[in-house]
């Protein structure tokens, strides 16, 4: 009983509370991805199209990271602090998510078509260069860095020599993605602001870096 007395509850719940708000925040930002899946058909048939409609979600993404910060600060108005940002933000973070898009489009085909094929092996080089594009783009919305070759280049090199992190960072995004798709419910409104959050610190370690190149 006295250890139950001392639990937080009033920041437990406030955690929680904050975590809520900001799922439905991204859920407003990233509205029209949310209904090109739920109208159209299968993710994995139109990828180049879901890939691309998925750069609107960079601003959010970015958004997202700027109220983990403000609350890590002490602000509890979370929904104003992803407002504020989603407009201080939305152009340099779009750049960077329609470039990092248009990139793993580009990319994404060339391992279809060299997959099976004459140039099989290439698919592994492939498969890495995709993975580092979501990885630095990862960390430049983090960073809300604008799109210049010296930050893009600090923040590739950053998340190649930290890359437990950034696989980290995959995985978690790879899971949030797959639960959306599979369990749009439990995807929606429960997992993305945890998910995020540990994008977030993880990313911390890498902005740090690349702070003086912004």
């Known amino acids: 009983?006295?250890?139950?007395?001392?639990?937080?509850?009033?920041?437990?719940?406030?955690?929680?509370?904050?975590?809520?708000?900001?799922?439905?925040?991204?859920?407003?930002?990233?509205?029209?991805?949310?209904?090109?899946l739920a109208t159209g058909g299968s993710p994995l048939q139109a990828w180049p199209f879901y890939t691309a409609l998925a750069a609107l979600c960079g601003p959010a993404a970015a958004a997202a990271f700027a109220a983990f910060a403000a609350l890590s600060d002490g602000e509890h108005r979370v929904g104003r602090a992803f407002w504020n940002a989603y407009r201080a933000s939305f152009g340099r973070a779009l750049a960077v998510s329609a470039c990092a898009a248009a990139a793993v489009i580009v990319l994404a085909a060339d391992f279809q078509l060299a997959l099976g094929g004459p140039f099989g092996a290439v698919t592994p080089l492939l498969a890495l260069l995709i993975a580092l594009v979501a990885a630095t783009a990862t960390a430049l919305l983090a960073a809300d860095a604008r799109l210049r070759r010296t930050t893009v280049l600090a923040c590739a090199y950053v998340s190649i020599r930290y890359w437990y992190l950034s696989l980290a960072n995959l995985a978690i995004l790879g899971i949030l993605a797959a639960a959306v798709v599979a369990r749009p419910a439990i995807g929606l409104f429960l997992l993305p602001a945890p998910a995020l959050y540990?994008?977030?610190?993880?990313?911390?370690?890498?902005?740090?870096?690349?702070?003086?190149?912004r």
């Open 1 to 36: 009983m006295r250890l139950l007395a001392r639990l937080p509850y009033d920041t437990v719940f406030g955690t929680v509370y904050a975590g809520l708000k900001i799922n439905l925040c991204l859920l407003a930002a990233c509205l029209p991805l949310l209904a090109a």
């Open 198 to 213: 540990a994008v977030w610190a993880n990313a911390r370690h890498l902005t740090a870096k690349v702070a003086d190149a």
